[in-house]
């Protein structure tokens, strides 16, 4: 069984849409969550990063921990075509990152 | 923006050929990383360093080797390459106690015939 599971999509929404991302994980040392984006040819970059269970907003975009339940999301509201990449989430052990396979989202105009 | 360079970004080659992808990053991160990306998958950590003269192996077997005799620079190298070896590699460095918040650079893609 993989650490952390990720739906890998791909998801297709219209511009406006409010899009939740997803991931489970089983190992309960995980310490720090972390939302990538990654667009096409280019390297992931850190786009939330949070610690503890709840919520952090920053802009459009919502990062949600349960660690009771092992599930972390990331809301983007107002998805705009710019929005349209693939979403890693990774989780950090022992000073290493774990990577989800990540959630190809395209929103179309 | 992150400082971090990698070059080049695509190389096709033929099997059996030596090769070294660079990556180097200008923040002064004594942590580097590389990692291993096919499509569709996770992306596995194949070597990281804590800094010079240090490099370890990471989570996926890699057939590849690593150096870092410069806190800039990182680079891996395949003595022999195998279309096996086919994939996107991505170097990534972070500060020191900082490892969850790394940054990432633009990838090489190997293609191997």
């Known amino acids: 069984q993989k650490e952390v599971e990720q739906d890998p999509g791909p998801l297709s929404v219209p511009e406006g849409a409010i899009v939740s991302l997803n991931c489970t994980y089983s190992?309960?040392?995980?310490?720090?969550f972390m939302w990538y984006r990654q667009y096409s040819r280019k390297g992931p970059e850190l786009l939330m990063y949070t610690y503890s269970s709840g919520n952090k907003e920053d802009g459009r975009f919502t990062a949600q921990v349960d660690k009771s339940s092992k599930y972390i999301s990331l809301f983007i509201r107002d998805s705009q075509p710019s929005d349209s990449a693939t979403y890693l989430c990774a989780m950090s052990k022992a000073d290493k990152l774990i990577f989800g396979t990540g959630t190809r989202l395209q929103v179309f105009p | 923006e992150a400082d971090i360079y990698q070059t080049p970004r695509y190389l096709v080659i033929g099997t059996g050929k030596k090769i070294t992808l660079e990556c180097s990053q200008t923040?002064?991160?004594?942590?580097m990383y590389w990692y291993q990306q096919d499509p569709g998958m996770e992306l596995h950590l194949i070597h990281y360093s804590y800094g010079v003269n240090s490099t370890e192996k990471g989570d996926l077997s890699s057939e590849s080797t690593v150096s870092r005799i410069r806190t800039e620079h990182f680079p891996l190298t395949l003595e022999s390459a195998r279309p096996s070896h086919t994939s996107q590699y991505l170097c990534a460095s972070s500060e020191w106690g900082k490892a969850d918040t790394q940054y990432f650079g633009p990838g090489t893609r190997l293609t191997v015939l």
């Open positions: 923040m002064g991160h004594d942590k």
């Open positions: 190992n309960s040392a995980f310490q720090y």
